[in-house]
């Protein structure tokens, strides 16, 4: 997941290859209840992994399941009905799905056998209803205290004397979580009677009381249903594990890449694994939705395939009440469309994690689009000039991912207008619109409620021109701090990293270790050209064997410098330091990445320090992992490298004639990064908040 303060996308071009979907929120947690309240074990499989499912998995835990992972799937142990722990205390975070289901079983079962739980959850979950369900269960029987603010969590769940006679009445109309809950629990009591749920007031988001429904039958339960008013749960009704149960990925996760490959997948199509159009989760009508608007779609079992198919899309006008969450993203392929795009009845986006419309319409206009919006509906034409924007993401996951659909900006059709402007300004190319924009997401680690790892994922699927794709180079002398800046600014730009000298340096190693003489051009170089080697963050292996540490060793670093004199190795490993350069980013560090691999890169920095310093450095550092050391040698040594580097005739280390000097002796790290920061927001298009953005051009 990407923790940074934004991302930069840089314009995309293309998607293809497959993508895997992060398991259903919305079934994961229904799955981890009922297997919880089963008999038996239960083997879940692609289970989402996000702060809801953590939250629901601790409960389970602490109410006495035992949960155990077996390979990539967990093994759920249920309770089987019966209370094995008869008092906790249960912390679920802000997650509805954990709330309020486990509020209705606990209730029920405290009432029937005893037990005192406590069930809370962060501020936010504080201020979220759950008074329709308490009302509910009360003229059961079930003695539930709120211990905050009536009608809202926390509450206590004491001892009751069940009373099932009565109708059990929910409202529909606030939270269809509510019946989903009753429904998930009522078959703890069932054994001697059928129970009927009756719905006040018009269900809302039916399709996820659907999955309940769905979910529960898996499970040994089928309740029968009049319409959407009453629910019957028949007598002797008892949870049975299937054994086994996959989760569905997620729909409304799929829809950006749908999207993505309705715009960018242009030979082969892309495959989104995890769910197919049998789908029980009712975003995955969204499948249709992009079908009219041109997306080539086919599905499998547990697949979809998608590739562009009219272009540009069609603009659509469609009701949209049906898939609220995925039709932000319909919004987003308008920006694609030939006309105006109408997406109406969606009032619930003004009441969701954020006022979505007036979200979505501030956020589109910021990339240069007609947007006209009202109480239910947002109507969509696409700029005439796109524009650099940065995403405000409002701390709601949907609206970071899709945006992220506005990098294909390259593949934008041209629409008239622009042709037009753009055959004299922007040397047009066939089939190519006159942009190439970056995109800017700023906050990118909200998409951590449902997708973690969306951005990661969206970054092995899409592809950009190798010219688009930044790239910060710092090189400097020896011992100048130049890998702990650079490291610093890869893991603050979100970037890769690529440490050049530990090519080198692993080439030495190896050279050494196989017996390999170090004068010896050719032999070295195959060497190079050869190299196993693998990184991991701040690790590197090389031929399989983890060798981190001796890469540090002061006779491979001078090992190292000698054989860097080499053209023959310099070459070898020229293509290895380019293929570092990929998305989102790259920082890469050495000698000669802002002169010979990366002479286009947006920013060059040369970085220098005193001889003396730069001892002092590198003294303390190898003092510190244990490595013997002596500072005249050391300055002795960094000298005679030093002229080494500059003397050889291949690469000799010296500043690009574009690259920024920053001599570090007195500054502190924070201080050297903050001014290279600076330097390379200067060099973004991204207008400062409030102010328009530049236009392309
Ligand atoms: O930076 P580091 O000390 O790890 O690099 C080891 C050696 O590799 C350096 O002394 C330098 O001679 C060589 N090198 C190079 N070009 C690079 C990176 C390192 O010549 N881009």
């Not at 919880?36 to 996000?50: N, Q």
């Not at 920082?587 to 970085?607: E, S």
């Not at 002092?616 to 960094?638: C, H, M, V, W």
Request: proline share 6%; glycine share 8%.
């Amino acid at each position: 997941m990407y923790t940074t303060a934004h991302l930069d996308l840089p314009p995309l071009v293309g998607v293809s290859g497959s993508v895997r979907l992060p398991g259903s929120k919305s079934i994961s947690n229904r799955v981890l209840l009922l297997a919880g309240l089963s008999e038996g074990t239960t083997r879940v499989v692609d289970l989402l992994a996000s702060d809801d499912t953590r939250v629901m998995l601790d409960a389970l835990r602490a109410l006495g399941c035992a949960i155990v992972p077996d390979g990539d799937a967990l093994l759920i142990t249920g309770l089987g009905g019966r209370l094995h722990a008869r008092e906790a205390r249960l912390f679920l975070g802000n997650a509805g799905t954990a709330m309020r289901p486990l509020t209705a079983a606990l209730a029920l079962l405290a009432a029937d056998q005893g037990g005192v739980f406590e069930l809370s959850g962060i501020a936010r979950m504080h201020e979220r209803p759950i008074g329709d369900l308490v009302e509910a269960l009360r003229p059961l029987g079930c003695r539930i205290d709120y211990l905050g603010n009536p009608g809202y969590p926390p509450l206590r769940l004491a001892p009751g004397t069940l009373q099932l006679g009565a109708p059990i009445r929910v409202r529909g109309d606030v939270s269809s979580q509510f019946l989903t809950a009753l429904l998930l629990a009522l078959p703890l009591v069932a054994r001697e009677r059928d129970l009927v749920v009756e719905v006040i007031g018009e269900l809302i988001s039916k399709p996820y009381i659907e999955i309940t429904l769905n979910l529960l039958r898996r499970f040994g339960i089928a309740v029968q249903r009049e319409g959407w008013q009453r629910f019957t749960i028949p007598r002797g009704s008892a949870y049975r594990s299937p054994g086994e149960i996959p989760v569905e990925g997620d729909a409304s996760s799929a829809s950006y890449f749908i999207a993505a490959g309705a715009i960018a997948a242009i030979g082969a199509p892309l495959r989104i694994e995890g769910v197919g159009e049998s789908s029980i989760q009712g975003d995955i009508r969204f499948v249709e939705a992009a079908r009219a608007m041109g997306a080539d779609i086919t599905s499998e079992a547990n697949a979809l395939n998608v590739k562009r198919g009219a272009w540009p899309l069609k603009a659509i006008e469609l009701d949209c009440n049906a898939i609220p969450d995925a039709a932000m993203t319909l919004a987003v392929m308008a920006l694609y469309a030939q006309g105006t795009t109408r997406l109406t009845n969606i009032a619930s986006w003004r009441v969701k994690e954020t006022d979505r419309i007036a979200a979505m319409a501030t956020e589109l206009r910021k990339l240069g689009a007609t947007v006209q919006a009202g109480d239910d509906f947002i109507a969509v034409t696409p700029p005439e000039r796109w524009r650099a924007a940065s995403i405000h993401t409002y701390d709601d996951h949907r609206i970071a991912m899709c945006f992220s659909l506005a990098a294909f900006n390259p593949l934008a059709p041209v629409t008239h207008a622009m042709a037009v402007r753009g055959a004299e300004v922007y040397q047009l190319s066939p089939g190519q619109g006159p942009q190439a924009l970056p995109v800017r997401i700023e906050d990118p680690k909200c998409v951590g409620k449902t997708y973690p790892d969306y951005f990661e994922h969206l970054f092995q699927v899409a592809q950009a021109r190798a010219e688009d794709i930044p790239v910060l180079t710092v090189d400097g002398p020896t011992a100048s701090g130049k890998g702990t800046l650079a490291g610093e600014l890869a893991d603050r730009l979100g970037f890769h990293l690529l440490d050049s000298g530990s090519l080198y340096r692993a080439t030495a190693l190896a050279a050494l270790r196989r017996g390999v003489p170090i004068d010896d051009e050719a032999a070295v170089a195959r060497l190079a050209g050869a190299l196993k080697l693998r990184f991991d963050g701040p690790h590197a292996w090389l031929d399989g064997e983890e060798v981190t540490h001796a890469l540090r060793d002061e006779l491979v670093g001078q090992s190292a410098s000698r054989i860097a004199a080499f053209p023959l190795v310099r070459q070898a490993l020229h293509q290895l330091q380019l293929s570092f350069r990929r998305l989102p980013g790259l920082v890469a560090d050495g000698r000669d990445m802002g002169t010979v691999l990366f002479p286009g890169a947006q920013l060059k920095v040369f970085l220098t320090a005193s001889t003396a310093r730069r001892a002092e450095r590198r003294y303390n550092q190898l003092i510190s992992k244990g490595f013997p050391a002596n500072l005249d040698t050391l300055l002795a040594d960094l000298e005679a490298r030093d002229a080494r580097d500059k003397s050889r005739s291949v690469a000799p280390l010296r500043p690009a004639e574009d690259a920024r000097l920053l001599d570090n002796s007195e500054m502190s790290i924070d201080q050297s990064v903050e001014a290279v920061l600076a330097w390379w927001e200067a060099g973004k298009p991204f207008a400062a908040s409030g102010a328009a953005a530049p236009e392309a051009g």
